[in-house]
């Protein structure tokens, strides 16, 4: 007998979610890939015995627009927020991924508060729908909640914009009613994406953000070595991924986030670094494809 169970149905879009629309720019990539591909198309119509070579060029595009998708901090098929702009001085920002989780968030939101600390929480829509009152305890607690896509599907990168914006707005509306504010920003399930990912995040008005370092946490065992991977080097306008959901356990099966953690928070304690949330930090909100410089990407994790 089959296993199979089919997906429950997306809940349908909420009026007014796509009201903070921002308009759509082509990355240079993007728009080269795609005269390339109907430049090929017209050199075969025009000469069909150099298909060989047309289609060689194609798919070299296709694969180079394939391969920036698989980078997660590159901003090459468009804006990815992947450090604090400078305007944030000394301060950095704690994203965490893939809760609400009804044993891990709440002691990860204990030593947020223990350390005085401000957190990014990138939620998934199914789990919030699962454990609201996890979702309206991150907002009671000060932190800020933001869009990781519905179900957090792993094939997520290989989906067309119709797909897309249907998984996306679906966690924005189930977000913003739990929480009472809407999501600004989207991190991509495993940070993969294609070219349909950006014009869909413009039209919903939500602005890509990655990372600058990340501990590996939901693979790693090694409580030491996650914690070395994001504070070595540890710098002003950095941005952190640890996860909440999808944790990983160590040796004793522990979460690995909960001893990660109180490190992280004590090593930027002692290197004079502030916490703040990515909205904060950017006070007047992801209005355009602009508001991130393209130089971010290109700093080392």
């Known amino acids: 007998m089959s296993s199979f169970v089919p997906e429950a149905p997306l809940p349908p879009a909420e009026a007014g979610m796509t009201s903070a629309a921002r308009r759509w720019r082509p990355a240079p990539l993007v728009a080269g890939a795609a005269a390339m591909h109907a430049g090929a198309v017209a050199v075969i119509a025009a000469h069909p015995a150099s298909w060989p070579w047309a289609a060689a060029s194609a ?6 627009v394939v391969g ?5 901090r590159s901003n090459l098929l468009g804006p990815n927020l992947t450090m604090l702009p400078a305007s944030a001085g000394d301060q950095i920002a704690l994203t965490i991924d893939d809760g609400p989780d009804p044993e891990i968030t709440p002691r990860v939101l204990d030593l947020l508060e223990r350390h005085g600390a401000r957190a990014t929480f990138f939620c998934i829509g199914e789990a919030a729908r699962r454990h609201p009152h996890w979702i309206e305890a991150i907002a009671a607690r000060g932190h800020a909640i933001e869009n990781h896509s519905h179900r957090h599907r792993l094939l997520f990168s290989l989906r067309g914009p119709r797909w897309l ?5 679906a966690a924005q509306q189930t977000l913003t009613e739990l929480s009472g504010t809407r999501p600004l920003f989207f991190r991509a399930p495993a940070g993969l994406r294609n070219p349909f990912l950006e014009p869909v995040l413009c039209a919903l008005g939500l602005h890509l953000a990655s990372w600058t370092r990340r501990g590996f946490d939901t693979r790693a065992r090694d409580t030491h070595r996650v914690a070395r991977r994001l504070t070595e080097g540890l710098s002003a306008r950095d941005i952190l991924l640890l996860h909440d959901g999808n944790a990983g356990r160590d040796a ?19 290197a004079g670094l502030r916490w703040t949330t990515l909205r ?3 006070p007047a909100g992801p209005a355009d494809a602009h508001a991130f410089s393209p130089a971010d990407a ?3 994790e």
Do not use: K, M, T
């Open 280 to 282: 904060a930090a950017i």
């Open 298 to 300: 290109l700093r080392p």
């Open 252 to 270: 004793n099966g522990r979460p690995v986030v909960l001893d990660v953690l109180p490190v992280v928070l004590r090593a930027a304690q002692q």
């Open 59 to 64: 798919f070299a595009s296709h694969a180079a």
């Open 68 to 72: 920036c998708g698989l980078w997660p």
């Open 165 to 169: 914006r249907r998984e996306i707005e």
